[in-house]
């Protein structure tokens, strides 16, 4: 299954705020990188190309409205959502020229809202977005002739680490049959979770020395 990932700066100094977004976020199929203040997050847009940028006005070292004014190049058609109290909203339609702002959310706002705004100013329409909590994770064994017993890793672990998958996947093989080899056979939907190539290679890792076998002999075979 394709999708397309979206790459998101998120630029809060409060840590409250910026966990829940991030957590939202992450819940669909964005990347986040988040930053706690101006300068900060000037810096990563020196570094990397985002989709959309989410930033707070009032943060330490230099407010989002002076960064505006100083989006690197390379991120300079990035659209730009402020997130702002009320009593700033004003300051931000006034001040914030930039043809980058498309759209300013004030706080405390609703996920939908947040949402819709998102996909505005992205240029996409809502099925473009995959629900991760849509698909939910499972283990179950498996069994093939060619390759004997294995698991089969269904849906997406978008709030497990590798360590919790591996805990899932030995309760379901428990005791490995003799020759000492298996197979993990991996659903389309593993890859919604960010980073997934890097967390299947962990789990492979944990899997090897907790049966202590080489980390050859787990195949790992991707469902079409």
């Known amino acids: 299954m394709k ?30 990188d988040h930053v706690v203040d101006g300068m900060a997050a000037e810096l990563k847009l020196r570094k990397e ?19 505006v004014n100083r989006i690197p190049d390379r991120n300079r058609q990035t659209p730009i959502i402020f997130l702002t ?19 300013y959310i004030i706080k405390p706002f609703q996920p939908d809202q947040l949402l819709d705004r998102i996909c505005k100013a992205i240029g996409i329409q809502s099925n473009q977005l995959v629900n991760k909590r849509s698909f939910p994770f499972t283990v179950e064994l498996a069994q093939k002739v060619s390759y004997g017993v ?3 890793l269904n849906g997406c672990p978008y ?9 899932e996947v030995a309760f379901v093989l428990k005791e490995l049959p003799e020759p000492r080899k298996f ?14 190539k890097e967390i299947l290679s962990s789990v492979v ?4 020395s907790k ?8 195949l790992v075979i991707d469902q079409p």
């Open 211 to 218: 049966y202590e076998i080489p980390e050859e002999d787990i």
């Open 3 to 32: 999708y397309q990932s979206y790459r998101v700066l998120v630029a809060e100094d409060d840590e409250t705020t910026a966990e829940l977004l991030q957590r939202f976020l992450e819940q669909y199929n964005f990347e986040v």
């Open 205 to 208: 890792t944990r899997l090897a």
């Open 49 to 67: 190309v985002y989709d959309l940028i989410l930033l707070d006005n009032r943060m330490p070292v230099m407010t989002g409205l002076r960064l």
């Open 159 to 167: 709030n497990k680490n590798a360590e919790r998958i591996v805990q």
């Open 150 to 152: 294995g698991a089969k």
């Open 85 to 103: 109290a009320s009593n700033e909203k004003e300051d931000i339609v006034n001040a914030a020229s930039s043809k980058q702002l498309a759209a």
């Open 183 to 196: 197979f993990l056979e991996i659903g389309p939907q593993f890859y919604f979770r960010k980073n997934a």
